[in-house]
């Protein structure tokens, strides 16, 4: 993942914004992943964006996208305890699906 | 349910002792990937299928290998295991083709190789 860059952790109080951000590098990509590792488990696709949006809104989540760049931010409103987990960023390279992830950020929410 | 399984859960091991990781699907994906996960690293790519007998390397291939003799199979072996190799591994699968394709993964396996 050293081509998909993201902050390593993030401390949030439960009922507070989380914001998590990920630069990637390939400004061609036709779609950008938020995948979600919960303790002890498989990622999950969380949400996904074209890149002919700038935004997506999801209940709690939102996706804001800067192509110009390259900037792709994951928005969790009204952190809950549930959502602590590791969050990965990830773009599609090269042939098929071959995507590449970023390191992950770690968020761990406090009561 | 659909789902990606792997086998084994967790496994350690010797340096130098075969081993294979056990992948399947039973949602006729046609694209399969194995990935290793390491603490400030991410998740890097060591091979994929994009179908039946077509294999590629991914970003850290050396010290495995695959096969897709099946497409629900997609099997990773170690056949010199190093205590370098020590680490999550992970299996997934999705369609292949144009639109986003969204992964399925594996629970995981978790090998240490003394």
């Known amino acids: 993942g050293e081509d998909v860059e993201q902050s390593l952790f993030l401390s949030v109080r439960e009922g507070d914004s989380s914001v998590i951000n990920c630069t990637y590098t390939d400004s061609s990509s036709t779609y950008l992943y938020w995948y979600k590792q919960e303790p002890g488990a498989g990622l999950q696709l969380l949400t996904y964006?074209?890149?002919?949006?700038d935004m997506k809104q999801d209940q709690r989540l939102t996706v804001l996208l800067n192509k110009k760049d390259k900037h792709l931010s994951l928005r969790i409103a009204d952190t809950q305890t549930g959502d602590s987990a590791i969050y990965f960023c990830a773009e599609p390279k090269a042939a098929g699906n071959k995507l590449t992830f970023g390191g992950g950020t770690r968020v761990l929410v406090k009561p | 349910e659909a789902q990606v399984t792997q086998n084994p859960r967790y496994l350690i091991t010797v340096t130098g002792k075969k081993l294979t990781v056990t992948c399947s699907q039973n949602?006729?994906?046609?694209?399969m990937s194995w990935y290793r996960q390491d603490p400030g690293l991410g998740l890097r790519q060591i091979y994929y299928s994009m179908n039946v007998e077509v294999t590629d390397k991914g970003d850290v291939p050396e010290g495995y290998k695959v096969s897709r003799k099946e497409k629900r199979n997609f099997p990773l072996i170690l056949e010199s295991p190093s205590p370098n190799q020590t680490s999550l591994y992970f299996c997934a699968s999705s369609f292949a083709g144009p639109g986003a394709n969204v992964l399925t993964f594996g629970a995981g396996s978790r090998l240490t190789v003394l």
């Open positions: 964006i074209f890149s002919n949006m």
């Open positions: 949602m006729n994906h046609e694209y």
